[in-house]
Each structure stands twice: as structure tokens, then as C-alpha cells.
């Protein structure tokens, strides 16, 4: 099976195993875990940060770091489809009481102008009834928005403008490091704009567990108490960090064959008719695409394509394609061949005329559309199109048998 749905799926390596069974470890709750010491400074120093902190992954970075710059009810504004905002399950408000203010914007960069406008309307009520915004969070690159990078200016203009509002600055750096290997800037540039910073271990660099978040040296102190509180702290944690140095030492610069697939992906893709690729001209590792002109939905084309050996996910109503360590260009070619025999298995897009992309079904419920709802197998829900999980029980839905392609609306 070749696995496109995220750069999470990549193995460790075999000289990653062996870094891994030779770590030397100690207790990383007190400290004395010299592995993962070693990846701290190297991270820190890699950031340009005073200390750093290590965590199993991203998802509590990103909650630590809101804990600790954010009092309850302050308010964090984010890019409207952050990863903090769409994909944490709301744990941001859970854990820190926080009021999430959504930043509008194309592929994920905004620019001062968005930011102004959202603060505006955070001030909408006077000073005493609006909540208070305390802290911005930028995502580099920008998942859900194709992978997206943050130019430095376009950075340091945004940064620079929330720190006169007097907002502090975080960075999801999930995929920072595919952000340096395509633009050539520097991961210290990039973070020199955020006030704390992160990077994710398990994504392209291929390592099975960790992340590191950096910042000053108050932050950080602050973040370890959060950190246990959050039952985040671990002992001999040596043997993951050792995978996230061997990753450091091996699996950064061959991140730009990552991006090079993804070209190729997205250009092979876009010469298949019926599929509409959102950018043919992807910046990093991650292409999304439409497959409504084909008269299926994301469900149904998924089923299809794994039974052609392909896995893919959704996102909304596209699907999402990431490619990764574990993936090479005949395994790419693979996929397309196998996207290629989906398409001219389903309806020809010449017969489409009739069939509205499922993105603008809602717009227009009282037409006589076809419509493909997806009844749960569990609770017998009758979800929307664009739920990949019955929103009543939640259980998955990936099942071709439930969909019913025949209800009228
Ligand atoms: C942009 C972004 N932020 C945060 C995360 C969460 O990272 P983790 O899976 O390590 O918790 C992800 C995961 O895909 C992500 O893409």
C-alpha cells in the first residue's frame, strides 16, 4: 500500500533503530536524560532560542505554549484554518479558557491588513466587554493550506506589527525545517520572529515520537511546569530523542525530494481529466485536490483508490496528498497510475454537465442535485458528504457500502 495520506506515516528507519537502541538515557522528568539534553541544545541553538523543552509531539506544544502565554478568556488569533484551531480538537479552549479569533486569508499567510481586521472586531464592544487579545499563532509551513510558506518579510511584517499591538508571537513549526529547505532561509530567521517556536520529529523527518518546543529561558521554566501538570513528563525519553537527532543529522536537506514529488505529483495529477489540483505548483509536500467532476465524492474516491494500493485522506471536501520519507517517485507514479484508473472508472467528466461539485450542494438544496449522503454503520446517522466521521456517534466512515448516492434534496 503507498501511503500518501500524511507525512506521519513514515517508518523509522533501520539506522534510526540503531540510533534508537543505542541512546544512552537518564530520568527526562529531572533532567538527567543526556540524550535528549543533546537534542534540546541542538534544537535551541539550531532556533536561535535561549532554552528548550521535549515533548511526545506538536499537539502539546501548541497547548502548553497557549497555557502559558494566556490567561483565561484572553483571546488567540489564528489563521482561520490553523491547525490549532481546526485539528486539536478543541483542546486550545479546554486546556487554556481561550477565545479563538480567526484570521482570514489565502493558503494560509495573512497579512497586517487580515490581523488589523481581526483585532478590530475583537474590539468590537468597548474595552470593558471585548475579551482581550493576548497572543498570535502563525503555522509554518501552512498545512491546511497546501503547504504553504511564510516569505521572512511577509513574516517579519506580521510579527512585527502583532508585537506593537503588544501580542506575544507563537509559531507552529510543525513543518518549519520544509520551510527552510525551500526557501533557503534560515530556521533561526524564521523563529527570530516568534516568541516560542516548535518543530515536529514525526512529520518529513521521520522519527516515530518527539517534538521540541523553544523560547526564553522564563518561557521554558514556565512551559515544565505545564508540561507535568499536563502529565507530559517522561523518564528515559533517550530513546525517542535519539531518533529525532539521527533525523537532524540524516533527514533534513533530502526534504527537498519531498517537495520535487509533489511537483510531480500535483502536474501528473492535473493531466488526469475530472481532477482539479488546487496548486500545480506545490511549495512543499502536501497537494490538495477535487474529485467532483468525476461524480464521486471524497469517500467514495478514497475506497476506490485503496483498492488500487493508494491510500490518500480528506480534508473538507478536497483530498489531501503528502508526500514523505517513505514515498519515492515510482511509488508516486504508482499512485497516479492508480488515480488515472479511478478517474476512468468513474463517470467522464464530458457526462458531468449535470453534476455539481459537491463544495456548492449546500448553495443549492432545492434543486433536483444527486446528492451522496454517508449513513453511519454504527448509529445509522445520515451524515453530509464532507464528514469523515458520523458526527452523531463518531464513528469512521469509509465505508462505500453506506453511501447512498440516490437521495434527492
Ligand atoms: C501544522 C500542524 N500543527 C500541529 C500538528 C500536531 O502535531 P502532532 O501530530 O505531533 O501532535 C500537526 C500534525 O499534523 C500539524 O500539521
Not at 230 to 245: N, Y
Request: glycine share 8%; charged share 25%.
Amino acid at each position: 500500500m503507498i501511503l500518501l495520506t500524511s507525512d506521519t506515516e513514515t517508518k523509522p528507519t533501520h539506522a534510526m533503530r540503531q540510533a534508537i537502541a543505542s541512546a544512552e538515557v537518564g530520568d527526562e522528568q529531572k533532567g538527567e536524560d543526556p540524550t535528549v539534553n543533546q537534542l534540546l541544545e541542538r534544537v535551541a541553538d539550531l532556533l536561535g532560542k535561549e532554552d528548550a523543552i521535549f515533548f511526545a509531539c506538536g499537539t502539546i506544544c501548541n497547548f502548553v505554549s497557549i497555557k502559558t502565554h494566556t490567561r483565561p478568556a484572553d483571546v488567540v488569533l489564528a489563521e482561520e484554518m490553523a491547525h490549532i484551531i481546526r485539528a486539536e480538537s478543541g483542546g486550545a479552549a479546554m486546556t487554556s479558557g481561550v477565545l479563538m479569533e480567526p484570521i482570514s486569508s489565502e493558503r494560509g499567510i495573512f497579512t497586517v491588513n487580515d490581523l488589523e481586521r481581526s483585532l478590530e472586531r475583537v474590539a468590537t464592544a468597548p474595552y470593558l466587554y471585548s475579551a482581550t487579545p493576548r497572543l498570535l499563532c502563525v503555522e509554518q509551513t501552512h498545512n491546511f493550506g497546501g503547504g504553504s510558506v511564510w516569505r521572512l518579510d511577509e513574516l517579519r511584517e506580521v510579527c512585527e506589527f502583532s508585537r506593537q499591538q503588544g501580542l506575544v508571537t507563537h509559531m507552529d513549526g510543525a513543518r518549519l525545517l520544509n520551510a527552510v529547505v525551500a526557501s533557503q532561509t534560515t530556521a533561526k530567521d524564521f523563529a527570530a520572529c516568534a516568541d516560542s517556536v516548535w518543530i515536529d520529529f514525526t512529520k518529513g523527518l521521520g522519527a516515530p515520537i518527539g517534538a521540541v518546543l523553544a523560547g526564553t529561558k522564563e518561557f521554558i521554566s514556565e512551559a515544565r511546569r505545564y508540561k507535568h501538570i499536563f502529565g507530559g513528563a517522561m523518564r528515559q525519553a533517550g530513546i525517542v530523542a535519539a531518533g529525532c537527532l539521527y533525523a537532524l543529522d540524516h533527514h533534513v536537506e533530502r526534504l527537498q525530494e519531498d517537495h520535487d514529488n509533489a511537483t510531480y505529483l500535483a502536474r501528473r495529477l492535473s493531466e488526469i481529466e475530472g481532477i482539479t489540483v488546487k496548486d500545480t505548483k506545490p511549495e512543499t509536500n502536501i497537494i490538495f485536490f477535487d474529485v467532483s467532476r468525476l461524480g464521486l465524492d471524497k469517500v467514495m474516491f478514497l475506497n476506490l483508490l485503496q483498492e488500487h494500493g493508494v491510500k490518500m485522506g480528506a480534508v473538507g471536501n478536497s483530498i489531501r496528498a503528502v508526500t514523505h520519507l517513505d514515498v519515492s517517485r515510482t511509488d508516486i507514479d504508482f499512485a497516479v497510475d492508480a488515480i488515472a484508473k479511478v478517474a476512468k472508472s468513474s463517470v467522464g467528466s464530458k457526462d458531468l454537465e449535470n453534476v455539481v461539485p459537491f463544495k456548492e450542494n449546500s448553495a443549492i438544496a432545492s434543486t433536483n442535485t444527486v446528492r451522496n449522503y454517508h449513513f453511519c454503520p454504527n448509529c445509522g446517522h445520515k451524515n453530509l458528504p464532507n464528514h469523515n466521521f458520523c458526527i452523531k456517534c463518531g464513528t469512521q466512515l469509509n465505508e462505500l457500502t453506506n453511501t447512498k448516492q440516490t437521495d434527492k434534496y
